[in-house]
């Protein structure tokens, strides 16, 4: 979930046949929008839905990729009942819920100043603003640290620190 950015719901409705390996990228049909959405993924998320693919095959033959320990299709309050019960195991006294990956995804992307038109194409907002409202304190903070690394002024600078050292 943090590589797709998919909401929990999206991801275990998740089928063998959404996940195009030669394209690194998973295809999400369980949308919020009822759009479906096409997102790249890693090769280390490509490796591990593979090997996840295979054990399952191998045990149910499911069409679902998440599954139950019994064979049956994962789902998201199953999936969120077990994520608490992990923590608690743990001993994770955080507050941790599945849209969290979205959120810290989203984020890391930006701070990487990753495009905000291509985030709102990865997370299906019909609406730039939306995803503009939701990053907006990133924004602002990606914008203010660009602006220091960037700015005309340092360039400036830069090139009247040379030309006093070449005097």
Same mark, same amino acid.
């Given at each position: 979930?943090?590589? %797709?950015?998919?909401?929990?719901?999206?991801? +275990?409705?998740?089928?063998?046949?959404?996940?195009?390996?030669?394209?690194? @990228? &998973? %295809?999400?049909?369980?949308?919020? @929008? #009822? #759009?479906?959405?096409? +997102? /790249?993924?890693?090769? $280390?998320?490509?490796?591990?839905?593979?090997?996840?693919?295979?054990?399952?095959?191998?045990?149910?033959?499911?069409?679902?990729?998440?599954? %139950?320990?019994?064979?049956?299709?994962?789902? /998201?309050?199953?999936?969120?009942?077990?994520?608490? $019960?992990?923590?608690?195991?743990?001993? &994770?006294? #955080?507050?941790?819920? /599945?849209?969290?990956?979205?959120?810290?995804?989203?984020?890391?992307?930006?701070?990487?100043?990753?495009?905000?038109?291509?985030?709102?194409?990865?997370?299906?907002?019909?609406?730039?603003?939306?995803?503009?409202?939701?990053?907006?304190?990133?924004?602002?903070? %990606? &914008?203010?640290?660009?602006?220091? #690394?960037? @700015?005309?002024?340092?360039?400036?600078?830069?090139?009247?620190? $040379?030309?006093? $050292?070449?005097?």
């Amino acid at each position: 979930m943090l590589d %797709t950015l998919g909401r929990v719901e999206e991801t +275990v409705y998740l089928k063998k046949q959404d996940v195009d390996f030669e394209k690194r @990228s &998973i %295809t999400f049909q369980n949308t919020k @929008s #009822k #759009k479906f959405r096409i +997102v /790249p993924v890693s090769i $280390k998320t490509t490796q591990l839905l593979q090997e996840l693919i295979a054990d399952n095959e191998e045990l149910f033959g499911s069409e679902y990729i998440f599954l %139950t320990n019994d064979g049956n299709r994962l789902r /998201p309050s199953t999936f969120r009942a077990y994520l608490e $019960k992990v923590l608690k195991n743990t001993g &994770i006294n #955080k507050r941790f819920h /599945p849209h969290l990956c979205r959120h810290t995804g989203s984020e890391m992307f930006l701070r990487q100043s990753g495009n905000i038109r291509v985030l709102q194409q990865l997370l299906g907002h019909s609406e730039l603003s939306i995803t503009a409202k939701v990053y907006a304190h990133v924004l602002d903070t %990606t &914008i203010r640290d660009e602006h220091k #690394k960037y @700015s005309a002024i340092n360039l400036i600078e830069h090139h009247k620190e $040379k030309i006093v $050292k070449w005097k």
